[in-house]
């Protein structure tokens, strides 16, 4: 066993580590995984190396001291069940790691409302207060198929940009933020975005938009909030409700 691991092993396990695990347990507790796939990473402490779900485990296994750390070609850098990684799974991942220092977390999903929003021709409608979060400040990508292709990391950093929300048309939906639990709160009000809009659409009633004004001061209402978390530097309010919650249901995730 290297050293990576032995200190993964030793019970003061990095904060980085923990978040990332109790992510996994919570996306699969909501109902937002897809088998063995799709993934969440997470940069390791220093910044330099990434972490990533072991390749076979399902969401609801994932704990922190069995997650891989790889760097940002995918190379295998510490591997405590030996099982590898998706390599095509983190093609995303490494993308927007290597070209958005800021982003610390990555979060993809597959779900039934967020596949059903990217093969909408309009996308994510300014429908609600969920919705309004991402008005103007989410992103399209075109579905290139799966993401097999390095190449197809250029493009997809290009139609990302700034954003921290990314629509994967015909794909499914990736946020990033500076830490897992930005990355998490972000997916989990996108995926309530969606799921609001394939309801409202599935009614066949008109549909009652707010107008760009109001949709606009929303948006920046959640960007103002975000601010003055972030500069306060104090721990996130929501995360750790939603990491009492990952305790609650899924114990063993710190282990």
Known sequence: MNAITTTAMGGNLPKERTDLAAAYRLIA???MDDSIYTHISA?????ELFLLNSY??????VKASELVTVDLDGTV???PLGHGINAA???????VHGARP???CVLHTHTVAGVAVSCLEEGLLPLN???LQFHGRIAYHAYEGMALDLAERERLVADLGTAKAMILRNHGLMTCGRTVGEAFVLMHNLERACQAQIAALSTGRALRLPSAEIAEITARQYETWDALHADSGLDDPEWDAFLRLGRAVAPDFEH
């Open 43 to 47: 940069k390791a402490p220093g910044g």
């Open 129 to 131: 207060q969920w919705s």
């Open 102 to 104: 800021d982003v610390g």
């Open 29 to 31: 507790h909501f109902g």
């Open 77 to 79: 850098v510490d591997d």
């Open 89 to 95: 799974g983190f093609t995303i991942h490494s993308a």
């Open 56 to 61: 076979g485990q399902r969401f609801s296994e």
